[in-house]
């Protein structure tokens, strides 16, 4: 049986879809990984088995081939430790193959099983809920992974609890949203003297959302009222704050 588990690759500000295939054959043991996997990627074979040992499992004395498809797309970082790992455990029977398609997995794996944040998380957020797929990621970054959209995320501290929550032992709580800084605003509406009709039309604009064009002469103000604009106008919400990132 092959177990498949969707992942992404980062090309700068793009996240592509992976594809963890993993195949657990008759044969001498071995553990291979193919599909282009940089330096770091191929290391996760290690950290896979380790994190595995710690939860008590074994790697069954088989063949087992993991492939990244697109073959041909270059692989780079850490975060395929995790959906290398998960692809494992449901070629093992040890978690549910059917369950994982719901979701796109990132993460790195640290020896003792903790998943540690990997960058590129709000990325994979938005390309799962560009697939209408959950999202798979450290509890370190579950805040960061709510922003992108309504898709449901799994952020989880370590592998066994992510596969109890899997299993329906545990319940893995969603990650509340995270709070972004509030942005730095400019001058304050008060401090403009006079020119009430101008500054009717600023707060007129900033509650429909219309354009401004102001004409006057050198000197009276205009560049002081644009940059007023900021500070009367509703904060972003997380679409939009994503929207002009
Ligand atoms: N109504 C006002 N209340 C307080 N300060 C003002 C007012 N109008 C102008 N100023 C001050 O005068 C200076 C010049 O204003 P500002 O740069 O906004 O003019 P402007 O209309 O953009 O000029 P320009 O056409 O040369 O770009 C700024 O320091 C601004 O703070
Ligand atoms: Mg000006």
Redesign the pocket.
């Known amino acids: 049986m092959v177990a498949l588990v969707q992942t992404v690759a980062y090309l700068g500000l793009e996240a592509r879809s992976v594809e963890v295939q993993c195949q657990i054959a008759p044969g001498l043991p071995k553990f291979n990984l193919v599909g282009l996997p940089d330096k770091a990627v191929n290391e996760s074979r290690e950290r896979v088995h380790s994190a595995l040992a710690a939860m008590g499992l074994s790697l069954p004395p088989k063949r087992i081939t993991i492939n990244l498809s697109p073959a041909d797309l270059p692989k780079e970082g850490s975060h395929y430790d995790l959906p290398i790992a998960l692809a494992l455990l449901a070629a093992m029977g040890v978690t549910d193959a059917e369950q994982l398609t719901d979701f796109v997995a990132v993460g790195e794996l640290a020896l003792d099983g903790r998943i540690v944040p990997t960058p590129g998380v709000l990325l994979a957020a938005i390309h799962a809920s560009g697939l209408d797929k959950g999202l798979i990621c450290p509890a370190a970054q579950g805040s960061e992974a709510s922003w992108a959209s309504g898709v449901p995320v799994l952020a989880a501290p370590d592998i066994i609890s992510l596969l109890n929550h899997l299993k329906g032992v545990q319940q893995l709580l969603p990650p509340p949203p995270g709070v972004a800084d509030a942005p730095a605003h400019g001058p304050d509406l008060k ?5 009430e009709t101008a500054k009717r039309a600023l707060e007129i604009a900033a509650a429909g959302g219309h354009n401004l064009l102001m004409i ?10 644009a940059s007023c604009l900021p500070g009367i106008l509703p904060d972003l919400t997380a679409a939009e704050a994503l929207g002009i990132m």
């Open positions: 401090q403009v003297k006079g020119q006057g002469p050198p000197g009276a103000g205009k560049s002081l009222l």
